[in-house]
C-alpha cells in the first residue's frame, strides 16, 4: 500500500469577507452598525445601545445627538424577531427622555410600537412596547396617536397578561388616556371595567393604586358609573376600605366611593347593604387627615342631589361632618366645611347646624388659614339663607365680629360670603342695627374697590341691605363709599349692574345722599343704561326714578308725570319735555341765559325776602329776580282783604286789585262789565307794572357780587300760598276742597274759557311780555295771569301739595297738562263693609272750572287731547 496524502482544504471563495471580529467602545461606532444589513450586527448592536440607554439620561442623551433614533424606528418592523425585541427595549427606555418623545411624535412611529401589541408577540416586547407607549401618553399630542391609531383596545387586553410589567404599563397608558372624554366614552365600549376592577386584586400596590386612579377618572361619567355597580365594583371599594393592611389605597378609594355616590341607584345599594354607615363611621374615626377630607369630598359630592342629602340626614351624616370640624388639619376642615355647605339644601340638616355647627364655623372663620375662613363662611352663608334662626344663631356666637374682619380677606370667597351672610343677617332689624354699630360701612369700602364681579356683586347687594336707615346712609356717604357704588353702574356684568342699583335705590331715601349720588353723576349713568336694552334691569329704573324724586323738574321733563307723593317744593321748575339722554341745566344757568323764542320755563318759588311796605296799593311792582316785593304783612293784609270780601265763595266778585295783580272777575263782570274802557285801562295799568318790572335786575345780588345767588322771587304765589292756607285748607271735604282750589287757579290765571274760545284766549303774547321784561325765559308761576293747560296745571298741583291736597300732574301734548285726583265715594261714608277702592277724576281748570272729570270717560279723552 502507498502512503496515504494529507488532503489539502480548500481555499474560501473571492468573494467572500473574512469573520471579523471588533471590540467597539464608542457608542457612535454602535450606533453607525444600526444600518448594518446583517441581523446577528444589528441584534448585538441594540443590545448595547439598550445597555448603554439604561445607564442614565445622559446617554440617552448622547444616543438622541449621535443619531440613534432614526435608523431604530425602522428595526420596529424588521422580520428578525431578536431585533425587533431589542429595538423595542431601547424605545421602551428612550421614551422617558422628552427630547425623544418629540422627535418620536415626528417620526410618526406609534402605528409601529402599538403593533408590538400583538397577541402573538412575546411578553418581552409587550412590557417595552407598553412601557414606550406609557411614557409617551403623558403628553396631550401622543395621546390623540395613540387613541386615534387604535392603541386603546391591545392596551386593555393586556390588563390581563399574566405579567406584572404589562399590566402596570398598560393600566398606567389608560390612566394617562382617559384624562380626554373620548377616550373614556371609549373606554366604555371596550367594557373596560372589569378587566381594570380585577387588578385591585392584584399583589402589587402600584398596580392596584394605578387602577382606583384611573377608575376615580372615569366613574365621572354617568354610564361608566353604572358598569362599575354592574360589575360588583362598589364591593371591592368597600372591602378595600375594611381592610386595614390596604390602608395606603384608601384615600384613593374614597375618592372613587365619592364619584359613585353622586348615582342615586348606587346611593341606595349602598345604604341597603351599611356600607353608608360604615363610611361614614370610617370617616368619623379614621386618624388619617387625607381619608378623613377624602371623605368629607365624597358627601359633598353626593350631597348635591336631593334625594342623597334625605339618604343622608337620615344617616346622621351631620354629627360626622361636625365632629370633622374639629380636625386639627385644615384639608380635613375644609372638606367638612363643604359638605356643610352642600348638606344645607336639606331643611333638617339646616336645623341640626344650628346648635352644634355655627358656633364651630364662626371659630374656623377666625382661622388664620384663608382657605378654611372661606369655606367656614361659604357654610355660613348657606345656612344663613333664608332661616332666620341661624342668623340669630350666627350673631349670638359672636359672628358679626368675624365676618366684618373676613371682609378684608385676601380671598375673594371669602370676602363673597361674609357679605352674604351679613346681607342675610340684616333681612332682621335687630341684627341690621347690630351690624351698623360695628361700622360695617367703613369695612365695605374695600370690597366695594374690588376688581372681582363676585364681590362687588355681594358687596353692593350688603349695602343695600344694611343701608335702611339715615345713620346708616350717612355713614356711608361720609366714609366715600357711594362713588364706588355708582362707579360699579359702569360694569359689564349684569348682577353686579343690578345689584348697585339696588343699592342706589336704598340710599336715594333721603335728600343728601340723593343729591351727592346726582352730584356723582347716577342719574346720568342710570338713564344711560335704561336707554339700552340690554343693560337696564328693574333695579335700574326704580333706582332711576327713586333719584328722580328728589329732582322733581327732571322727572317731570323726562316722563312728564309727576305723582301724588312727589310734593313741588320752591324751586321745581317746567322746562318742557326733553328727550332721553338730553341734560337739563340747573336753573341757576337757565336764568343767566338770554330771553329766546323757545318756551317760557315755569318757576314755582314761595320764598320772598321782603321790605314792609304801607299799604297794598303803594306796595312795590319789583318782581325781578332776587328783589323783594311785599313783606309777611303786607301778605297777611292781602290775605285778609280777599278772605273779607268772601274768597270763601270763589264764585263772589271783587272788583278791586290784590297785591298788584289783575284780580279775576266772576262770570257776570266778565260779560257785562268786559268794556274796551275797562279793558284800556286795566292794560296800561299792566304797561305800567310791566315797565317797573323791566326795571329789576335779574338777580339777586346784582351789582353785588358777593351776594350769594337766589332764584327769581314770586311774592304773587307767596300770596297765592298764604290765601289757600288760610281759605281752602279748614274746608273738611276733599272733594270740595278740589273744587274751590281749582276755580281759586281758574281765577288767578285768567277765568273760564269756553272751548270755542279758546284759540281767542292771547295768552301767548302775555307769556312773551313777560319773558321780554324780565329778560329771562324763567318765569315765576305767579307772574303769569293769562294762563292755559299746563300753566293752570302746575300752579294747582304747587299749591294743592302745600295744602295736602293729593294730586298727580300729568303732561299731554300739543300743551295739554292736566291733574288727576283720587276720591272716595262720598255716598259710601259710614256704610259698614269693605269701601270700593277710591275713583280717580281729572280736574277741570279751563272749561268749567272745579268740575270733576272721571277718568277713563269720553269726557276725561276731549279734555285731555281736544
Not at 364662626?362 to 355660613?380: G, H, M, Y
Not at 293784609?637 to 272788583?655: D, I, L, V
Request: hydrophobic fraction near 40%; aromatic fraction near 4%.
Amino acid at each position: 500500500m502507498g502512503k496515504k496524502i494529507k488532503k489539502e482544504s480548500e481555499p474560501p471563495p473571492k468573494d467572500v469577507f473574512d469573520p471579523l471580529t471588533i471590540e467597539s467602545k464608542k457608542a457612535a461606532t454602535v450606533v453607525l452598525m444600526l444600518n448594518s444589513p446583517e441581523e446577528e450586527i444589528l441584534a448585538k448592536a441594540c443590545e448595547a445601545i439598550y445597555r448603554f440607554a439604561l445607564k442614565g439620561e445622559e446617554n440617552k442623551a448622547t444616543l438622541l445627538e449621535l443619531g440613534a433614533v432614526e435608523p431604530l424606528t425602522k428595526l420596529l418592523n424588521h422580520e428578525d424577531k431578536i431585533v425587533r425585541r431589542n429595538a423595542t427595549m431601547i424605545f421602551g427606555i428612550l421614551a422617558s427622555n422628552n427630547d425623544v418623545k418629540k422627535l418620536l411624535r415626528e417620526l410618526d412611529v406609534m402605528n409601529s410600537v402599538i403593533a408590538q401589541l400583538a397577541a402573538e408577540e412575546e411578553v418581552v416586547i409587550h412590557e417595552f412596547a407598553s412601557l414606550c407607549l406609557a411614557n409617551m401618553s403623558a403628553e396631550y399630542t401622543s395621546k390623540v396617536q395613540i387613541f386615534e391609531q387604535g392603541g386603546l383596545e391591545p392596551l386593555i387586553r393586556l390588563l390581563s397578561s399574566p405579567d406584572p410589567d404589562v399590566k402596570k404599563n398598560s393600566i398606567e397608558c389608560i390612566y394617562n388616556l382617559v384624562q380626554d372624554f373620548q377616550c373614556r366614552a371609549t373606554l366604555q365600549e371596550l367594557n373596560a371595567i372589569p378587566p381594570i376592577l380585577d387588578l385591585l386584586k392584584s399583589e402589587y400596590p402600584i398596580i392596584q393604586l394605578l387602577a382606583l386612579k384611573t377608575l376615580d377618572v372615569i366613574t365621572n361619567d354617568k354610564e361608566c358609573r353604572a358598569m362599575l355597580r354592574d360589575s360588583q365594583g362598589v364591593d371591592h371599594l368597600i372591602k378595600i376600605l375594611e381592610t386595614k393592611e390596604l390602608s395606603d389605597l384608601h384615600i384613593e378609594a374614597l375618592s372613587v366611593l365619592a364619584n359613585c355616590l353622586e348615582d342615586m341607584d348606587t346611593m341606595v345599594m349602598i345604604q341597603q347593604t351599611g356600607g353608608l354607615k360604615k363610611l361614614l363611621s370610617f370617616a368619623e374615626n379614621s386618624t388619617i387627615p387625607d381619608i378623613q377630607k377624602n371623605a368629607a369630598r365624597a358627601i359633598t359630592k353626593a350631597a348635591y342631589d336631593p334625594e342623597n342629602r334625605k339618604l343622608f340626614h337620615e344617616q346622621e351624616v351631620e354629627k360626622c361632618l361636625v365632629t370633622l370640624l374639629g380636625s386639627e388639619n385644615d384639608g380635613t376642615k375644609i372638606a367638612a366645611s363643604q359638605a356643610i355647605s352642600a348638606m344645607c339644601e336639606n331643611s333638617g340638616s339646616k336645623e341640626f347646624f344650628n346648635n352644634q355647627g355655627i358656633p364651630q364655623l364662626i371659630q374656623l372663620l377666625k382661622s388664620d388659614n384663608e382657605e378654611v375662613r372661606e369655606a367656614s363662611a361659604l357654610a355660613l352663608a348657606n345656612l344663613t339663607t333664608c332661616n332666620p334662626a341661624n342668623a340669630n344663631a350666627a350673631a349670638e356666637g359672636d359672628g358679626i365680629d368675624a365676618l366684618i374682619n373676613a371682609l378684608s380677606s385676601k380671598r375673594d370667597g371669602a370676602i363673597a360670603n361674609a357679605a352674604t351672610v351679613l346681607t342675610n343677617m340684616a333681612m332682621q332689624e335687630s341684627l341690621r342695627l347690630s351690624i351698623q354699630s360695628h361700622d360695617v360701612m367703613h369695612a365695605l369700602l374695600s370690597p366695594l374697590h374690588s376688581a372681582n364681579t363676585v364681590v362687588q356683586s355681594k358687596a353692593a347687594l350688603t349695602v343695600a341691605a344694611t343701608a335702611c336707615d339715615v345713620e346708616a346712609r350717612t355713614e356711608l356717604r361720609n366714609s366715600g363709599g357711594l362713588e364706588p357704588l355708582v362707579e360699579l353702574l359702569h360694569s359689564k356684568n349684569d348682577e353686579v349692574r343690578r345689584h348697585a342699583s339696588w343699592a342706589i335705590m336704598v340710599c336715594a331715601s333721603d335728600e343728601p345722599t340723593a343729591a351727592e349720588l346726582c352730584r356723582l353723576g347716577a342719574l346720568d349713568i342710570l338713564e344711560e343704561i335704561n336707554l339700552s336694552v340690554s343693560r337696564k334691569n328693574k333695579f335700574s329704573e326704580a333706582a332711576h326714578n327713586k333719584l328722580l324724586n328728589h329732582h322733581l323738574s327732571l322727572k317731570y321733563s323726562q316722563t312728564g308725570y309727576l305723582s301724588s307723593s312727589n310734593i313741588i317744593t320752591d324751586g321745581v321748575y317746567d322746562y318742557g319735555r326733553i328727550n332721553p339722554g338730553t341734560k337739563l341745566l340747573p336753573l341757576k344757568d337757565l336764568c343767566l341765559q338770554e330771553p329766546s323764542d323757545r318756551r317760557a320755563i315755569l318757576l314755582v318759588n314761595s320764598k320772598c325776602d321782603a321790605s314792609p311796605t304801607p299799604s297794598m296799593e303803594d306796595k312795590s311792582s319789583d318782581v325781578g329776580y332776587g328783589r323783594s316785593i311785599s313783606s309777611s304783612s303786607s301778605l297777611r293784609r292781602a290775605s285778609k282783604e280777599k278772605t273779607n270780601a268772601g274768597f270763601g265763595s270763589p264764585t263772589e266778585e271783587k272788583s278791586e286789585p290784590t297785591s298788584g295783580r289783575n284780580t279775576a272777575l266772576s262770570k257776570s263782570a266778565t260779560k257785562e262789565k268786559g268794556s274796551r274802557k275797562g279793558r284800556v285801562k286795566k292794560e296800561e295799568e299792566k304797561v305800567k307794572e310791566e315797565e317797573e318790572v323791566a326795571v329789576a335786575p335779574k338777580l339777586t345780588g346784582e351789582g353785588s357780587p358777593d351776594k350769594e345767588w337766589l332764584p327769581p322771587s314770586d311774592p304773587d304765589f307767596c300770596v297765592y300760598v298764604y290765601e289757600v292756607t288760610r281759605s281752602i285748607l279748614p274746608i273738611t271735604s276733599i272733594k270740595e276742597q278740589v273744587e274751590v282750589l281749582a276755580k281759586y287757579v281758574a281765577e288767578k290765571m285768567g277765568g273760564k274759557i269756553p272751548k270755542e274760545k279758546l284759540h281767542d284766549f292771547s295768552w301767548e303774547l302775555h307769556i312773551s311780555e313777560l319773558k321780554f321784561q324780565l329778560k329771562s325765559n324763567v318765569v315765576p308761576i305767579g307772574l303769569i295771569k293769562k294762563g292755559i293747560f299746563y300753566h293752570r296745571a302746575l300752579l294747582f298741583k304747587a299749591l294743592a301739595d302745600r295744602i295736602g291736597i293729593g294730586c298727580s300732574l300729568v303732561r299731554g301734548e300739543y300743551g295739554r297738562a292736566w291733574n288727576e285726583v283720587k276720591l272716595m265715594n262720598e255716598s259710601r261714608k259710614g256704610v259698614i263693609g269693605a269701601l270700593p277702592p277710591p275713583e280717580t277724576y281729572i280736574v277741570d281748570l279751563m272749561f268749567h272750572p272745579g268740575a270733576l272729570i272721571k277718568l277713563r270717560s269720553r269726557e276725561a279723552d276731549l279734555y285731555r287731547f281736544l
